[in-house]
């Protein structure tokens, strides 16, 4: 049998999507993103599942920070809801930005680095349906949107990724 050894300050991390982990899809001001809206579209999924509940995160950040914890994550990979965070794709939802900070904040007292990642494919359903990204305008309001985490989480969170998958967005959507 062959030991295998990691590097001095390899950590294990998990990564989770908002999508696919919160739950809460019409709680905290929240509103539809593209993908709650796809899920709900009858044939999308072949179970009929949606994006209502999912693993329930939004309701069980703190079992599932101890949940990390316990299994010796030492980074955990999120996304940002926008929709989460601005509803109408516009406008500022402090609500939402208090459960992501609740978040960082849990994260941190367990010792474990929080890694954000703005945007993982939930535009809020309000901009796709005026085109989305294909709308030189939903650029500038994803600056928007970054600058309102930034300025909530900039202190707290020292990992930032911008877009994942981006080659997904631009050829896929």
């Not at 990564?15 to 809206?37: F, H, L, M, P, Y």
């Not at 989480?153 to 990724?161: D, M, P, Q």
Request: glycine content about 10%.
């Amino acid at each position: 049998m062959t030991t295998l050894t990691f590097p001095e300050g390899f950590r294990w991390g998990v990564a989770t999507a908002a999508a696919q982990i919160e739950g809460a899809a019409r709680e905290g001001g929240k509103a539809d993103s593209i993908w709650d809206v796809f899920a709900r579209e009858p044939g999308a999924i072949i179970d009929s599942s949606n994006l209502d509940i999912t693993c329930d995160h939004y309701h069980r950040l703190g079992e599932d920070v101890t949940l990390m914890k316990d299994l010796g994550a030492g980074t955990y990979r999120f996304s940002v809801s926008w929709a989460r965070v601005m509803p109408d794709g516009r406008t500022v939802n402090e609500e939402g930005l208090d459960f992501y900070e609740e978040l960082v904040d849990a994260l941190r007292e367990a010792g474990i680095d929080p890694w954000l990642t703005l945007y993982h494919w939930d535009l809020p359903a309000a901009l796709g349906e005026k085109g989305g990204w294909a709308k030189r305008e939903t650029a500038f309001l994803f600056a928007d949107y970054a600058r309102a985490v930034y300025e909530r989480l900039g202190s707290k969170v020292g990992v930032w990724t911008t877009l994942n998958e981006p080659w997904c967005s631009s050829l896929l959507a």
